[in-house]
Nanobody, 125 residues
Framework: QVQLVESGGGSVQTGGSLRLSCRAS????????KGWFRQGPGKGREAVAI????????LYGDSVKGRFTASQDYADNTVSLQMKALKPEDSGMYYC??????????????????WGQGTQVSVSS
């Protein structure tokens, strides 16, 4: 089992920045992919940024490329998301997610085994 605890989030105006962090505990050696999904009101869960853990390769959703940067710290099992040039459409609940398999699409939430409680991001115009 893996436990994920998010921190960060909050409210900013358009163009602002926020940083999210997620610390993993438990069987962290089994993790293959970990990162962030988000869910806006009335919308499905969307992949934001996921890191291929063994190769330390970040993968980004099209809507955030060039604005968001994901990184991981092996020492404390943390994955962070630096968000810049935020837009109102970036608002939503951001969830940290992790999985222990390489099979299946990286951006499909159904392929993730472990989830954090979520942290809210609100961007006002």
């Amino acid at each position: 089992q893996v436990q994920l605890v998010e921190s960060g989030g909050g409210s900013v105006q358009t163009g602002g920045s926020l940083r999210l962090s997620c610390r993993a505990s438990g069987d962290t050696g089994s993790i293959t992919y970990k990162g962030w999904f988000r869910q806006g009101p009335g919308k499905g869960r969307e992949a934001v940024a996921i890191i291929d853990v063994p190769y330390n390769k970040p993968l980004y959703g099209d809507s955030v490329k060039g604005r968001f940067t994901a990184s991981q710290d092996y020492a404390d099992n943390t994955v962070s998301l630096q968000m810049k040039a935020l837009k109102p459409e970036d608002s939503g609940m951001y969830y940290c997610a992790a999985r222990s398999s390489f099979s299946g699409l990286w951006d499909d939430p159904a392929n993730y085994d472990f989830w954090g409680q979520g942290t809210q991001v609100s961007v006002s115009s």
